[in-house]
């Protein structure tokens, strides 16, 4: 009988750094010799999550176009596609940043239904510093709506652990602060200080996966109705353009400058970013910029360090703003950095949307015994 695969789910709120941290968790687990597969999830297609994380040499299948709760049989059937070749030792699962209950609706079906092919990890949950300590604050200016901060609440409650990340960025006052509010709301629950960027922690967070136990049991309490509008409120938006230029650019500048230039745009209206993304490919290069929230630096996440006479671009955005408005603020953001840049440019495809009203395949009432 083949073995049976480890499945590690790592949830979120978006921009939380879930690609990141299953980019590095996926290396070390290539470097102890183990096959690792890996699924990301949106709402619609061309993710710049799959596009990052196979940039980097690995096995990617992606769940697109409704999260793995409302796509449950979608999400099996990408798992068992993955290494057809070679069967997954590891299977790392990133769901939709603006997701929860995925323990009633992904963990505890899996276990009903296919416990003979799956091995369940512990579900850990990244806490994102910026919004997070304004939301775990109850700050009245924390950057969203009660409705959506109630979704990354309820993320930190079916967590088995709570991770904070970038504790490269925090200073220790900072970091204590926030394990100090995770301590108070989630008192049971295991906090882990990690930072996907430099790796820092990462040792414990493995040491933590690997526990043998019955996890992913926190069936939450949930309210659809709030969910539902919570994640209606940030406004979805994937832009496909093609760059090109007469003498060879920085591509990571351009990338860089084009979420600078939309931050200040959402900023000057008093509009929220949960992350925007812009993604540069051409030949083999690839770079990445992103910004996490209205209050931090944007920052290229992944540079390429390659001149481009031409490249694909994507910008992907979740915004608490009406998405009609959003499309009009990257095509100025885009418009605005090529003129200054010399840049032409052409939008090929966007795709814009507030999120449907979660409807789960399965939802377990209580944990399989």
């Not at 043998?212 to 919570?230: N, P, Q, T, V």
């Not at 992350?275 to 051409?282: E, R, V």
């Not at 910004?291 to 290229?300: G, K, V, Y």
């Not at 990257?330 to 999120?355: H, K, L, N, S, W």
């Amino acid at each position: 009988m083949a073995h049976r695969i480890r499945y590690i789910m790592v949830g979120g709120f978006l921009g939380a750094g879930k690609t990141t941290t299953l980019g590095r968790l996926a290396q070390r687990y290539t470097d102890q010799g183990l096959n690792v597969g890996i699924v990301t999830n949106d709402q619609a297609t061309d993710l710049v999550d799959t596009n990052t994380l196979r940039s980097q040499g690995f096995d990617v299948g992606e769940v697109a176009g409704a999260c793995f709760c409302c796509n449950f049989n979608e999400l099996i059937s990408t798992m068992g596609n993955l290494s057809a070749d070679r069967r997954p030792d590891v299977i790392l699962a990133e769901p939709v940043g603006s997701c929860t209950d995925l323990v009633a609706t992904v963990i505890q079906p899996i276990k009903q239904l296919f416990d003979a092919e799956f091995d369940i990890a512990p579900y850990a949950v990244i806490l994102k510093p910026s919004h997070g300590t304004r939301i775990l604050k109850k700050e009245q200016q924390a950057g969203f709506s009660p409705k959506a901060a109630y979704i990354l609440e309820k993320q930190l409650e079916e967590a088995d652990a709570i991770l904070i990340n970038r504790i490269d960025e925090l200073s220790e006052e900072a970091l204590a602060e926030i394990a100090g509010l995770c301590r108070e709301n989630y008192p049971e629950t295991p906090v882990l200080r990690v930072s996907a960027k430099t790796g820092q922690g990462f040792e414990e967070l493995q040491e933590f996966l690997q526990q043998d136990g019955d996890f992913g049991r926190k069936i939450l309490d949930i309210d659809y109705d709030i969910y539902a509008d919570g994640e209606a409120e940030l406004g979805w938006l994937n832009s496909s353009l093609t760059i090109s230029t007469d003498s060879p650019k920085a591509l990571d500048q351009f990338l860089l400058a084009v979420v600078t230039r939309l931050q200040d745009l959402l900023r000057a209206e008093g509009y929220e970013p949960a992350h925007l993304k812009t993604i540069g490919l051409w030949e083999g290069f690839f770079g990445v910029a992103n910004l996490i929230s209205s209050d931090t630096q944007a920052e290229l996440s992944l540079p390429s360090h390659c001149e481009i006479e031409k490249a694909e671009v994507i910008v992907n955005a979740r915004v608490a703003c009406d998405p009609e408005l959003l499309e009009q603020f990257v095509t100025q953001a885009v418009t605005d950095i090529a003129a200054e840049q010399g840049i032409q440019f052409e939008f090929r495809q966007t795709q814009r949307f507030r999120p449907g009203r979660p409807v789960p395949t399965h939802r377990l009432e209580s944990p399989v015994q």
